[in-house]
Nanobody, 120 residues
Framework: QVQLVESGGGLVQAGGSLRVSCAAS????????MGWYRQTPGKERELVAI???????NYAEAVKGRFTISRDNAKNTAYLQMNSLKPEDTAVYYC??????????????WGQGTQVTVSS
């Protein structure tokens, strides 16, 4: 059974840093990509960062240079290191794991979400 468990959200002042983690089961190797999305009330969920099983990364323009996505295969965990946080980064952050069955077929799995709040 696939399970994604997030941790590490919280409250931080603008300019500060936070790291959120996503522990994946049964194994991170099962997925073709891991990603982080975020959502604020009244808005659609948006991609923040993604890392493929081969290590290719991609970031939303709004977070480039400030956020870093990584994965530790031995720990079955993906991370999002967030530096120089801004109030507009405030959102619920969701871990995503994607399994591809050949374009366009894919299955997405989601964590429960973790709140990140950046105060000004």
């Amino acid at each position: 059974q696939v399970q994604l468990v997030e941790s590490g959200g919280g409250l931080v002042q603008a300019g500060g840093s936070l790291r959120v983690s996503c522990a994946a089961s049964p194994s991170i190797f099962f997925f073709d990509a891991m990603g982080w999305y975020r959502q604020t009330p009244g808005k659609e969920r948006e991609l923040v960062a993604i890392i493929t099983s081969g290590g290719t990364v991609n970031y939303a323009e709004a977070v480039k240079g400030r956020f870093t996505i990584s994965r530790d295969n031995a720990k079955n965990t993906a991370y999002l290191q967030m530096n120089s946080l801004k109030p507009e980064d405030t959102a619920v952050y969701y871990c995503n794991a994607m399994k591809s069955y050949g374009v366009p077929r894919r299955t997405d799995y989601w964590g429960q979400g973790t709140q990140v709040t950046v105060s000004s």
